[in-house]
T-cell receptor, first 114, second 110 residues
Framework: KAGVTQTPRYLIKTRGQQVTLSCSPI?????VSWYQQTPGQGLQFLFE???????NKGNFPGRFSGRQFSNSRSEMNVSTLELGDSALYLCASSLEGDGEYGYTFGSGTRLTVV | GQSLEQPSEVTAVEGAIVQINCTYQ??????LSWYQQHDGGAPTFLSYNALDGLEETGRFSSFLSRSDSYGYLLLQELQMKDSASYFC???????????FGSGTQLTVLP
């Protein structure tokens, strides 16, 4: 079966711009979580969507937002980009969002802010 | 708060056994997961321990001791392809979202 698909793979943006990243989960998975990965901070939880509702949110500013569509595809948006937003953004899908049974991660979107 | 501590780097030779430790402090502990991530790749799920004891999956085993707030990942018969970052992670919060440790970079030498 198809894995988790994230687009685009690479992105270069300028400070102050906004960006939208996309994630298509495994078919049948209803939970999509987003993580930011940086060398200094590791993997940090952004938010989780389940059945089109944001169920949980990490400690990130309001510039980071997301949504989930009825087909479970999810997007995350970052407005007013800052240099510190440069990171690998990973999405992970699971059936119900129970982390203990394992998430399937996408390959990520590498965002560079210049 | 939630925190998981693991060593930043471990080095071992091909064919050897290596253990990567993880100590945790979380409110509402459900269990401990392990993920592997190669450079530039996606984290991949290795194992999950809900109960105390050892879980074995091929060359990889994972152990949990709830009383000690401690777990480890054991890799046997190391191969070059095992060189990667390994993360422990625990479901936390009411929605059981994963909180990750900072990762251990494993280097396997020939």
């Amino acid at each position: 079966k198809a894995g988790v698909t994230q687009t685009p793979r690479y992105l270069i943006k300028t400070r102050g711009q906004q960006v939208t990243l996309s994630c298509s989960p495994i078919s049948g998975h209803r939970s999509v979580s987003w993580y930011q990965q940086t060398p200094g901070q590791g993997l940090q939880f952004l938010f989780e969507y389940f059945s089109e509702t944001q169920r949980n949110k990490g400690n990130f500013p309001g510039r980071f937002s997301g949504r989930q569509f009825s087909n479970s595809r999810s997007e995350m948006n970052v407005s007013t980009l800052e240099l510190g937003d440069s990171a690998l953004y990973l999405c992970a899908s699971s059936l119900e969002g129970d982390g203990e049974y394992g998430y399937t991660f996408g390959s990520g979107t590498r965002l560079t802010v210049v | 708060g939630q925190s998981l501590e693991q060593p930043s780097e471990v080095t071992a030779v091909e064919g050897a056994i290596v253990q990567i430790n993880c100590t945790y402090q979380t409110s509402g502990f459900y269990g401990l997961s392990w993920y592997q991530q190669h450079d530039g790749g996606a984290p991949t799920f290795l194992s999950y321990n809900a109960l105390d004891g050892l879980e074995e999956t091929g060359r990889f085993s994972s152990f949990l001791s709830r009383s000690d707030s401690y777990g480890y990942l054991l890799l046997q018969e190391l191969q070059m392809k095992d060189s990667a970052s390994y993360f422990c992670a625990a479901p936390t919060g009411s929605a059981r979202q994963l909180t990750f440790g900072s990762g251990t970079q494993l280097t396997v030498l020939p």
